[in-house]
C-alpha cells in the first residue's frame, strides 16, 4: 500500500525561507514529484526526485532520500504568490500512477 | 498552443442525472487520467488509460465510467450509482516514458 505524510498547514513570511516536509510508505517507488496548486487551479509540476539528494530550480529545491522515505521542499525568498497548497507524489513502480498527499496549504503573510 | 482542455469550468446538475465532462489534449500523450479532489483529501484516482480503447480503474472507479476511443479524448461520465458526486474534477496527461502529469484547469461539478 502507499501512506504520504505532509502537514496540513504552514505560515510563513514574505522573504523568509520554508521547508515544506513529506514522508512516504510505499511498496514501489519510482520517484518523488511536488506541485503546487493555487486555490480553484490545476496542480503546476515543480520537480521529480528519483535519485537521493538536492535539486535546485531557481529560488525552488527539492531534496530526496530513498531510505528514510522523506523529501522536502525548500522555498527560498518567499513571495505572496507562494501562497498555495505544495502537494508531494509518489510515482508506483511498474505503472504510471502517482499517489498524491493530501498536500500543505502554506500561507506567505507580509 | 499545446495543452490539455476541460470544460465546462462549472457545471451544475439535479441528482440522478448522469453527466459527461470532457478532457481534450494535444499534447501527443499516450495515458491520460481523471482524479477527484475533495478539500482535506488531496487528489484521488479514478480512472486511467495508456493506449487508445484500453482503461483501467484507479482507486475511486466505482460510479464512474470512461472511454478511450482516441488518443487526444478521455471524457468521464459521472453516474448516478456515484453517492457523493460533487467535487473537483482533473484531468491529466503524461508520456509512457516518464511518469510526469500535467494537469488541465480542471472542472468543478455541483450536484443538487
Known amino acids: 500500500g502507499q501512506n504520504i505524510d505532509q502537514p496540513t498547514e504552514m505560515t510563513a513570511t514574505e522573504g523568509a525561507i520554508v521547508q515544506i516536509n513529506c514522508t512516504y510508505q510505499t511498496s514501489g517507488f519510482n520517484g518523488l514529484f511536488w506541485y503546487q496548486q493555487h486555490a480553484g487551479e490545476a496542480p503546476t509540476f515543480l520537480s521529480y526526485n528519483v535519485l537521493d539528494g538536492l535539486e535546485e530550480k531557481g529560488r525552488f529545491s527539492s531534496f530526496l532520500s530513498r531510505s528514510k522515505g522523506y523529501s522536502y521542499l525548500l522555498l527560498k525568498e518567499l513571495q505572496m504568490k507562494d501562497s498555495a497548497s505544495y502537494l508531494c507524489a509518489v510515482a508506483r513502480a511498474g505503472s504510471y500512477q502517482l499517489t498524491f498527499g493530501k498536500g500543505t496549504k502554506l500561507s506567505v503573510i507580509p | 498552443d499545446g495543452g490539455i482542455t476541460q470544460s465546462p469550468k462549472y457545471l451544475f446538475r439535479k441528482e440522478g442525472q448522469n453527466v459527461t465532462l470532457s478532457c481534450e489534449q494535444n499534447?501527443?500523450?499516450?495515458?491520460m487520467y481523471w482524479y477527484r479532489q475533495d478539500p482535506g483529501q488531496g487528489l484521488r484516482l479514478i480512472y486511467y488509460s495508456q493506449i487508445v480503447n484500453d482503461f483501467q480503474k484507479g482507486d475511486i472507479a466505482e460510479g464512474y465510467s470512461v472511454s478511450r476511443e482516441k488518443k487526444e479524448s478521455f471524457p468521464l461520465t459521472v453516474t448516478s450509482a456515484q453517492k457523493n458526486p460533487t467535487a473537483f474534477y482533473l484531468c491529466?496527461?503524461?508520456?509512457?516514458?516518464?511518469?510526469?502529469?500535467?494537469f488541465g484547469p480542471g472542472t468543478r461539478l455541483t450536484v443538487l
Open positions: 499534447l501527443n500523450h499516450d495515458a
Open positions: 491529466a496527461s503524461g508520456t509512457t516514458s516518464t511518469d510526469t502529469q500535467y
